[in-house]
């Protein structure tokens, strides 16, 4: 496997690292205890600067509730449907996704789009000139 291929294999397993612990809530610390790692370790891994081992990334699909190949999805050869797979497997932004989470309790749509036009609102807003 070529330099630029495997490491861009361990940013994409790193991020999906990042995405499955803040989607539980849990701290690199957390996850570094579970590893009996140091927390920069994990953030090494997130980062995709170091690479994973195998029986690393077995300890953390248990700790996540996923199987294995989930840290791989993205990079199977054969583009997958983005339609399929959830939006939220795909960020690490912490704020994002509170804001996911926020907007998916929302039950009556008018408080949905409520939402979402304050959001537009806000983005326009800051992008205007002074």
Partial sequence: MATDQAKAVDIAVGRRIR?????K?????????HLNLTFQ??????????????????????????SVDS?????????RS?????VTDQITD????RLIRAYEQLK????????????EQMAQHQTRPK
């Fill in 25 to 33: 809530h849990l701290s690199q610390t957390a996850v570094a205890e």
């Fill in 41 to 66: 370790q994990v953030q090494k891994y997130e980062k995709g600067q170091s690479r994973i081992s195998s029986s690393q990334l077995f300890k953390l699909s248990e700790l996540f509730g996923v």
């Fill in 19 to 23: 995405n499955l612990r803040l989607r």
């Fill in 82 to 86: 983005r339609v399929t797979k959830s």
């Fill in 108 to 119: 009556p749509r008018s408080l949905k789009n409520a939402l979402l036009q304050l959001a």
């Fill in 94 to 97: 912490r704020q994002l996704l």
């Fill in 71 to 79: 840290f791989f999805n993205d990079l199977h050869s054969k583009p």
